[in-house]
């Protein structure tokens, strides 16, 4: 669980058993409870099983991959691949390589539907580059209308 889960979550739940004692029926506090269970089970982070070996690139999110394809960069030739999350999916992200992280780079923005095309330039983003052993990945996280912030507490030089 993330931190932010336990903030909204008991502060819903304190909210709750306000309203019960206020007015002395549970009815009342229903609704704060159903937004503290939602809370609680978005902000999960549930352990994965990541592979090991040589070479390996694992996703780096759950969702749905919308997009793979090659583009051209000033620093070459890049495969981008897009994963949307939906508000079901598990919002933690993970890296996808072991490594050190050699750039972050934060962008404030908008917070444009995700499914608009130009909310990958507009919107809210943290463009994070990792290199590990003979591979360099570079990924975007990129806020959206409902997920409206990005969290990342790493910094250059963090594996």
């Known amino acids: 669980m993330v931190r932010d889960g336990y903030i909204y979550g008991l502060s819903l739940l304190a909210v709750a058993g306000a309203l019960a004692w206020a007015t002395g029926s549970w009815l ?7 937004l503290a269970a939602f809370f609680l089970w978005f902000f999960r982070d549930p352990q994965r099983a990541i592979p090991t070996g040589e070479g390996l690139v694992v996703s780096p999110a759950d ?3 919308t997009e793979t394809v090659s583009i051209d960069t000033p ?9 949307f999350l939906n508000v079901f999916d598990v919002h933690v992200n993970r890296t996808p390589i072991s490594g050190v992280i050699t750039g972050v780079r934060y962008q404030k923005g ?9 909310c990958a330039e507009r919107n809210e983003q943290n463009i994070v580059t990792v290199r590990g ?22 910094r250059e030089g963090d594996s």
């Open 28 to 34: 009342w506090s229903l609704i704060p409870i159903l």
């Open 63 to 65: 969702g749905l991959v």
């Open 75 to 83: 620093e070459g030739p890049r495969q981008r691949i897009s994963i």
């Open 110 to 118: 908008l917070y444009l539907n995700a499914m608009n095309p130009t």
């Open 133 to 154: 052993e003979g591979i360099e990945i570079v990924f975007k996280q990129i806020a959206g209308l409902i997920a409206r912030r990005i969290v990342f507490n790493y």
